[in-house]
Nanobody, 124 residues
């Protein structure tokens, strides 16, 4: 069982930056693939970025490539999402997720555990 708690969301102007954190409980954090998803009002939850258990492999949605980075600190049971050059279309609730896949999945149903989400709002 893994519990995930996101933090770091907020309101930022276009072009600004935010850093989201996802703190996990449980002793097997280092064995989980981690992902970030987002969901805007009236839209489906979409994959943003994922990172393998070792941190050696990452996968980004095209919409965030070159602007977002993901990292993890297995000693701290935490995964980070650094978001730069934010755009109004990045506005959404951002969710952290953990899964047991060997590769980095991009579909929400491949992740088992989910956080409660944190709101990111980018003003124009």
């Amino acid at each position: 069982q893994v519990q995930l708690v996101e933090s770091g969301g907020g309101l930022v102007q276009a072009g600004g930056s935010l850093r989201l954190s996802c703190a996990a409980s449980g002793r097997r954090f280092s064995s989980y693939v981690m992902g970030w998803f987002r969901q805007a009002p009236g839209q489906e939850r979409e994959f943003v970025v994922g990172i393998s258990w070792s941190g050696g492999s990452t996968l980004f949605a095209d919409s965030v490539k070159g602007r977002f980075t993901i990292s993890r600190d297995n000693a701290k049971n935490t995964v980070y999402l650094q978001m730069n050059s934010l755009k109004p279309e990045d506005t959404a609730v951002y969710y952290c997720a953990a899964g047991s896949s060997v590769v980095v999945p991009t579909t929400w149903y491949d992740y088992t555990y989910w956080g409660q989400g944190t709101q990111v709002t980018v003003s124009s």
